[in-house]
């Protein structure tokens, strides 16, 4: 049997204005009323702090991604000044066997 749009528009409409009635009677009867009444308010505020979390989550990680590119910048710093060194040693040392063989 096969259900016309009417019909369906009007279970729609049927079930819409009774499910908050059932959801309120479920919750009453399991005990658990966290989304009714002044819980909902409750609700809300996780949802919030929620959001205001992630952003300062997205904050963190900018903040991060800074501190990497400056220990990158750093590390290609001191590989030069390392390179400058080891040719300077190196300069020193040839020049000081020289002046010793002659």
Do not use: C
Not at 11 to 29: A, F
Not at 42 to 70: A, C, G, H, S, T
Request: aromatic letters at 12%; glycine letters at 4%; proline letters at 1%.
């Amino acid at each position: 049997m096969a259900i016309g749009e009417n019909e369906l528009e009007r279970i729609g409409e049927y079930v819409e204005s009774r499910l908050p009635t059932w959801l309120e009677k479920i919750s009453h009867e399991s005990g658990q009323r966290w989304l009714f009444g002044a819980d909902r308010a409750l609700f809300e505020r996780v949802v919030r702090i929620e959001k205001r979390m992630d952003e300062r989550f997205e904050q963190f990680e900018r903040r991060f991604e800074q501190f990497d590119k400056r220990f990158e910048d750093m590390n290609k710093r001191f590989t030069s000044t390392q390179w400058l060194i080891g040719v300077m040693v190196t300069l020193f040392m040839a020049l000081n066997t020289a002046i010793h063989v002659l």
